[in-house]
């Protein structure tokens, strides 16, 4: 019994791990679109 409590405390701080990791990677995404957006703006008042 004592193992079964121990196995699903440990997948819920798995859980939560992935789940803040997803959090973190779409941060990162944001910020990179972010960027893509500054260069493409710059590029288009380069050309223009």
């Known amino acids: ?3 079964f409590i121990i196995a699903i ?3 819920v701080i798995l ?3 992935v789940m803040l990791q997803a959090e973190q990677l779409k941060g990162e995404v944001k910020v990179k679109e972010r960027e ?7 590029l288009r008042h380069f050309e223009g």
């Open 36 to 42: 893509i957006e500054i260069l493409r703006s710059r």
């Open 1 to 3: 019994m004592m193992w």
């Open 15 to 17: 859980l939560f791990g």
């Open 9 to 11: 405390i440990l997948l």
